[in-house]
């Protein structure tokens, strides 16, 4: 058994690290390129006194506390950063779509900063938040989806705002938006659609951008095909997704947003008949237990905190509290990825750790220690949304691949 670690390029930091073991190739199919789409879709783009012929894209990754920019001219990374954004900042807010106008300064922004002119752009994309299930791949983004993304009858998260912004910045200058395998893919087998009460449907709700593509990346590393191997894909980030990948299809998963192991800030699944006692208790509104359980459940609803890193601190300085916390969500992620596991009948090509609290040595070794019986532990700190971002615009104006319409049909992007 052993563990393989890739440090993920933090934003910003240049692809020709000796310390990064996945390459980043550029895509190579231009000689593909419909010569339509070509003149349509290249661009002059000059860049301190330099012109080149190329595609550029917009990637943009809104999360609950953050939005993450980056832009790209084909594969290659121009420019890169992370916006934090203070509870204060996003608290004044009431209702996510406020937060348009606030985060859509911030992307303007950054491009000012960087003395980037959006008329240099091809394509923006922007992550996919909650939406009707959908197959994976890159969608056009279409009014029906911005009203499914606006008014959050999927559910609310960040992501949500992925195709709004990206949209609103496209539209100024008349190129398409995008959103690349979003939150809402479903490759689920049908077994595992059933919750086990009728009325109730499971759906599948995940981290499918930053999974799919480390997938990819640790597939092309062993040298197989990804519909050749099955992995126990997790990606912990503030939400914790598990998924069982079958040859490339993510056939069952936590819902990242709804249950399974507990999270820095998600309660995960919770016994049932207490939580019902609960929503009659009289002390909360349905929204307001909603949020609790999604955005103040979990660790933080031990210990105050949703940074792993903070509670980590406190643990290793003997805060016994932080220290059985902790060990609880490695427990439970655990018992999960066991879970998987059985979805795929055992036949485990590997385990693979990614997201933001993969770059916890804390976390992942007391993980490990617990799966590592299932076969190779792959680690991959952090995540690979932005660039994945990219390469899925790219991949469907390079004329690669049929951009998808929300209602399912694949095209030619127009
Ligand atoms: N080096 C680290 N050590 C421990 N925890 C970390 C580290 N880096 C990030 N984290 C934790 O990861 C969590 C956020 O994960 P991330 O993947 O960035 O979230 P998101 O899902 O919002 O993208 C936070 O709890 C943060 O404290
Ligand atoms: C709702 C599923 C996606 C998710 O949990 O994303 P974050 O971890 O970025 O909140």
């Known amino acids: 058994m052993r563990t393989e670690r890739w440090p993920a ?15 980043i190739r550029p895509r190579q199919s231009l000689h593909r390129l419909h010569s339509r789409l070509s003149r349509h879709r290249t661009r002059q783009f000059r860049y301190k006194g330099v012109t080149t012929v190329s595609k550029c894209i917009l990637a943009i ?11 790209y001219e084909d594969m290659k990374l121009l420019f890169a950063k992370t916006i934090r954004h203070g509870e204060e900042d996003l608290n004044r807010f009431r209702r996510l779509a406020d937060q348009i106008p606030f985060r859509l300064q911030a992307v303007k922004t950054f491009m000012e900063e960087n003395g980037f002119d959006s008329a240099s752009l091809s394509g923006v994309a922007g992550r996919g938040g909650l939406l009707k299930p959908l197959q994976s791949g890159t969608y056009e983004v279409c009014e029906a989806m911005l009203e499914d993304a606006r008014t959050g009858v999927f559910g609310e998260h960040a992501s949500n705002l992925g195709s709004i912004l990206a949209f609103e910045i496209a539209s100024e200058v008349g190129i398409p938006a995008f959103i690349v395998d979003p939150v809402g893919v479903d490759e689920f087998i049908p077994e595992a659609r059933l919750s086990g009460f009728a009325g109730i449907k499971r759906k599948s709700q995940l981290h499918a951008l930053n999974m799919k593509a480390v997938s990819r990346k640790i597939a092309s590393e062993i040298g197989r095909p990804l519909d050749e191997l099955n992995f126990v894909v997790v990606h912990l980030g503030a939400g914790i997704s598990v998924a069982a990948q079958k040859r ?14 507990f999270s820095p800030e998600r309660a995960g699944t919770l016994p049932l008949k207490q939580l019902i006692s609960l929503c009659y208790s009289g002390k909360y509104t349905e ?22 890193m903070d509670a980590e601190e406190r643990a290793l300085a003997g805060d016994a509290e932080a220290e059985l916390v902790l060990r609880a969500m490695v427990h439970q992620i655990a018992k999960e990825i066991g879970a998987m596991a059985t979805v795929l009948d055992g036949e485990v090509d590997g385990v693979i750790l990614t997201g933001g609290l993969a770059h916890s040595d804390y976390i992942i070794v007391r993980i490990k220690k617990r799966v590592e019986f299932l076969g190779n532990v792959y680690v991959f700190p952090g995540e690979e949304e932005l660039e994945a ?11 690669e691949e049929l951009v998808l319409r929300y209602s399912g049909q694949r095209e030619e992007v127009r």
């Open 9 to 23: 390029l933090s934003l910003g930091q240049k692809c020709h690290s000796s310390s990064i073991r996945v390459p």
């Open 61 to 71: 990754n809104p999360g609950s506390t953050s939005t993450k920019l980056a832009i």
């Open 248 to 261: 490339g299809k993510l056939i069952d998963v936590n819902n990242a947003d709804n249950e399974g192991p």
């Open 287 to 308: 929204k307001e237990l909603i949020h609790l359980v999604t955005r103040r459940g979990g660790v933080c609803s031990y210990l105050g905190t949703k940074s792993v």
């Open 389 to 399: 971002l990219a390469a899925g615009a790219l991949r469907v104006l390079n004329g």
